[in-house]
């Protein structure tokens, strides 16, 4: 069946330390992949994509991404996180056309100071 | 300027009502969507508009119907409130509905139903 699996529900980092959030998902063809932030109380906003070309993606706010089709995985990354960063990130997949786009259910990311 | 509005953004109210959220986009986009997140925060699409063409994800109870006055609003209404129909709501857009297309998300509309 198709999913996509964000293993971390939780993730504290302390500001200025680095950050990986997982991502990994089963169909049978790669898919779209997306990073969508969550601030609290608000609308999510995209970070980047990836569907074709190079595996290392970069995004907005310092975020990057690789695929790796080996591994079927998308994992975030940033190598100084900042207070501002605290929110819910999301992975989410898309096979043919955003109808179909599914979502993981999130990890939220606490800074420490 | 917000790119993708809703309105309301809280919205109380008892069992067995109809309600409505309203949302507006100004990006000139064809597509707009319409998702559920539930308390666990699982976002699931409900709908996808374009040019006129509904698409409805299969879960959704006949209750929700979107409504498209024109191409820079789809409209949410909802018969028969339940108590699980409690959740955000978030209206979206794109430019088209291909898998590549980024969509942009509005603030999202905190549904209570009591």
């Known amino acids: 069946a198709q999913s996509v699996t964000q293993p971390d529900i939780h993730i504290t980092v302390s500001e200025g330390a680095s950050l990986e959030l997982r991502c990994n998902y089963s169909?049978?063809?790669?898919?779209?992949l997306f990073w969508y932030v969550q601030s609290p109380g608000q609308g999510l906003q995209l970070l980047l994509k990836?569907?074709?070309?190079?595996?290392l993606v970069q995004g907005i706010k310092g975020f990057e991404a690789e695929f790796k089709r080996s591994q079927s995985s998308f994992n975030l990354r940033k190598p100084s996180v900042h207070w501002s960063d605290a929110a819910e990130y999301f992975c989410?997949?898309?096979?043919?056309?955003?109808?179909?786009?599914?979502f993981g259910a999130g990890t939220r990311l606490t800074v420490k100071p | 300027d917000t790119a993708v509005s809703q309105t309301p953004k809280y919205l109380v109210t008892q069992m067995g009502n109809d309600k409505s959220i309203k949302c507006e986009q100004n990006?000139?986009?064809?597509?707009m969507y319409w998702y559920k997140q539930d308390s666990k925060k699982f976002l699931k699409i409900m709908f996808s508009?374009?040019?006129?063409?509904?698409?409805i994800n299969e879960t959704v109870p006949n209750r929700f119907s979107p409504k498209s006055p024109d191409k820079a609003h789809l409209n949410l209404h909802i018969n028969s409130l339940e108590l699980g129909d409690s959740a955000v709501y978030f209206c979206?857009?794109?430019?088209?509905?291909?898998?590549?297309?980024?969509?942009?998300f509005g603030p999202g509309t905190r549904l209570l139903v009591l």
């Open positions: 169909y049978g063809a790669t898919p779209y």
């Open positions: 990836y569907f074709s070309g190079d595996t």
């Open positions: 979206a857009s794109s430019q088209g509905g291909g898998a590549g297309e980024t969509q942009y």
């Open positions: 989410a997949v898309a096979l043919y056309n955003n109808n179909d786009m599914r």
């Open positions: 990006l000139g986009h064809d597509t």
């Open positions: 508009y374009n040019n006129k063409e509904l698409i």
